[in-house]
């Protein structure tokens, strides 16, 4: 069993800035790709930025230059850092890692319960 666990949401100001964080425990072998999804009132899940274990990252075009992604290997953690927050962010944001529980075993998608971020204009 693997459990993902994000931690930083809340309420921001247009033009502020929030990080969020997301630690994978339980029976970890390794873990691939880790990254943060995040799903507003009304519309679909979107990728929102992907790392792997060498550091090559992924955003989504509307925070490319805002949002930066990064992880700790050491902590099994995945960060968020958020700057220049616009309402339109406004979203649960939900962690996601590639995760192997042993050598043998492919790696399997889980996923945290999600954190809200509100950003007021």
């Known amino acids: 069993q693997v459990a993902l666990v994000e931690s930083g949401g809340g309420l921001v100001q247009a033009g502020g800035s929030l990080t969020l964080s997301c630690a994978a425990s339980?029976?970890?072998?390794?873990?691939?790709?880790m990254g943060w999804y995040r799903q507003a009132p009304g519309k679909q899940r979107e990728l929102v930025a992907t790392?792997?274990?060498?550091?090559?990252?992924n955003y989504a075009a509307s925070v490319k230059g805002r949002f930066t992604i990064s992880r700790d290997n050491a902590k099994n953690t995945v960060y968020l850092q958020m700057n220049s927050l616009e309402p339109e962010d406004t979203a649960v944001y939900y962690c996601?890692?590639?995760?192997?529980?042993?050598?043998?075993?492919?790696?399997?998608?889980?996923w945290g319960k999600g954190t809200l971020v509100t950003v007021s204009s």
């Open positions: 339980g029976s970890i072998f390794s873990i691939n790709a």
């Open positions: 996601t890692a590639e995760v192997m529980t042993s050598w043998n075993t492919p790696p399997m998608d889980s």
């Open positions: 790392i792997i274990p060498g550091g090559r990252t």
